[in-house]
């Protein structure tokens, strides 16, 4: 008798050929061309312990490509700011250095590949915040896995609301379902709706639950609500960091912010634009950078390294306990206590060799100045940036073009835009419910 395992459809075709041509029963000639797939699952596999356990993942790994992949929120949102800047040549490229983004810009409605989501930085992001969706809705109730997801759900409106405009459009794929447009609040708001299904969801674990404070926190920061912020991350140990992994090729796994940055397409600024801050030359330990001369790929730009994330397989703390210390820093400051401000700062530095202690600068601009520089270093290419940059129009009276960079550009004799936030695709217009006019991207 011939037993050969079904371990590849090449074996199975295989040993079907071999039995049938000795004239023996138990297979078919339709078997030959029914090769298995023991690597996939199947639609109607989907509900079974391991095709959720792959919807879990799926979704997941949806958002890490989408935020730290080759055309990732961080990156992009961080070359739209003081984070990044522009060491190589493609036009497309430049224009989000420069701030003056074409919604038929390549980059935003490109094809896509394993590395880089079609669609770029806004589709990558909704196809994301789908796949988050759903997959919580298909997990059972009270499992850690299916709060982990509401909760990056969340985090996935928390980036829409923060990189986007005020009426971006929210659509639903499979099946198609064009939204009206969200408004800056709205968006915040559905983002907590699924952070209290996070909550409720938690199983219990740990994780999960502090994964959701900090996004609570975040959420209300963003909503003017700080009092409401730091309670909602209260009890957050300063410990605790939820990391997006990478690992080893395949391009979908890896960390391309570190590719990137260590391929001389993108360096680190010095005080980029008038306003950035002193990333390249700060000697922060929180920004550790390596200057290597002019890129080797336009031979101009004065290369410097980010040295944050040393290999492609380095993970990206994206939620974190410093955070949640930051976030009670702020509201305290808002309600008038330097004190306690000065104290959550101070506890959050404590926890990095080589930061010493800040002192009060005795003013309240200056406090404020100080609260934000510590959060540009804090969360350097983590996408926080760009939604701190509004926040300082927003809620703190400050104007876009002394906060952005501006002014002139560091190679080609341009001067940059006057945009305030990522811009939405082209492709968007399809949807008879949005109007790019309505979509203000020069407003914060």
């Given at each position: 008798m011939?037993?050969?395992?079904?371990?590849?459809?090449?074996?199975?075709?295989?040993?079907?050929?071999?039995?049938?041509?000795?004239?023996?029963?138990?297979?078919?000639?339709?078997d030959i061309l029914q090769p298995d797939t023991p690597d996939v699952i199947t639609p109607d596999r989907l509900t079974t312990p391991e095709g959720l356990a792959a919807v879990y993942a799926g979704a997941v790994s949806d958002l890490v490509v989408a935020t730290t992949g080759a055309s990732g929120v961080v990156i992009f949102s961080g070359l739209f700011t003081d984070e990044l800047m522009h060491a190589s040549t493609p036009p497309a490229v430049r224009e989000w250095d420069l701030r003056g983004v074409l919604n038929t810009n390549s980059v935003v409605v490109q094809v896509g590949t394993a590395a880089a989501p079609q669609g770029g930085p806004f589709l990558g992001l909704q196809r994301a915040r789908s796949a988050l969706e759903k997959g919580a809705a298909a997990l059972p109730a009270n499992d850690p896995r299916t709060g982990e997801l509401y909760a990056l759900a969340g985090l996935s409106y928390i980036m829409l609301g923060e990189l986007w405009c005020s009426g971006t459009p929210v659509s639903t794929r499979d099946p198609l379902e064009l939204s009206n447009p969200l408004t800056t609040t709205e968006i915040f708001n559905r983002s907590i709706t699924h952070l209290t299904s996070a909550a409720a969801n938690a199983g219990g674990n740990a994780?999960?639950?502090?994964?959701?404070?900090?996004?609570?926190?975040?959420?209300?920061?963003?909503?003017?609500?700080?009092?409401?912020?730091?309670?909602?991350?209260?009890?957050?140990?300063?410990?605790?960091?939820?990391?997006?992994?990478?690992?080893?090729?395949?391009?979908?796994?890896?960390?391309?912010?570190?590719?990137?940055?260590?391929?001389?397409?993108?360096?680190?600024?010095?005080?980029?634009?008038?306003?950035?801050?002193?990333?390249?030359?700060?000697?922060?330990?929180?920004?550790?950078?390596?200057?290597?001369?002019?890129?080797?790929?336009?031979?101009?730009t004065p290369m410097v390294v980010a040295t944050k994330y040393p290999t492609i397989g380095s993970p990206v703390a994206m939620v974190t306990g410093v955070e949640a210390r930051l976030i009670e820093a702020e509201a305290a400051?808002?309600?008038?206590?330097?004190?306690?401000?000065?104290?959550?700062?101070?506890d959050a530095r404590a926890t990095v060799a080589g930061l010493a202690p800040l002192t009060d600068p005795g003013t309240e601009a200056a406090r404020i100045n100080m609260t934000f520089r510590e959060r540009g270093f804090w969360?350097?290419?983590?996408?926080?940036?760009?939604?701190?940059?509004?926040?300082?129009?927003?809620?703190?009276?400050?104007?876009?073009?002394?906060?952005?960079?501006?002014?002139?550009?560091?190679k080609q004799g341009l001067t940059r835009g006057t945009q305030a936030t990522l811009i939405v695709p082209q492709t968007e217009e399809n949807n008879p419910n949005y109007s790019a006019a309505s979509c203000l991207v020069n407003q914060a």
């Open positions: 011939l037993r050969i395992r079904k371990s590849a459809g090449w074996y199975h075709a295989t040993a079907c050929a071999m039995v049938l041509a000795v004239g023996a029963t138990g297979c078919s000639k339709d994780r999960v639950q502090n994964l959701t404070a900090v996004l609570r926190g975040r959420a209300l920061l963003n909503l003017n609500q700080p009092a409401a912020a730091a309670t909602a991350v209260a009890s957050v140990p300063t410990s605790f960091s939820y990391e997006f992994i990478h690992g080893a090729p395949p391009a979908r796994q890896t960390n391309q912010i570190q590719l990137n940055t260590a391929s001389d397409i993108y360096s680190v600024p010095d005080r980029e634009g008038v306003n950035g801050l002193d990333f390249a030359s700060a000697n922060d330990p929180r920004v550790p950078v390596t200057s290597t001369g002019p890129s080797r790929n336009d031979g101009v400051l808002r309600a008038g206590n330097p004190t306690t401000w000065l104290q959550k700062l101070n969360f350097y290419l983590t996408a926080h940036r760009l939604g701190d940059l509004r926040r300082l129009v927003r809620q703190y009276g400050r104007s876009i073009e002394s906060v952005y960079p501006t002014g002139a550009y560091h």
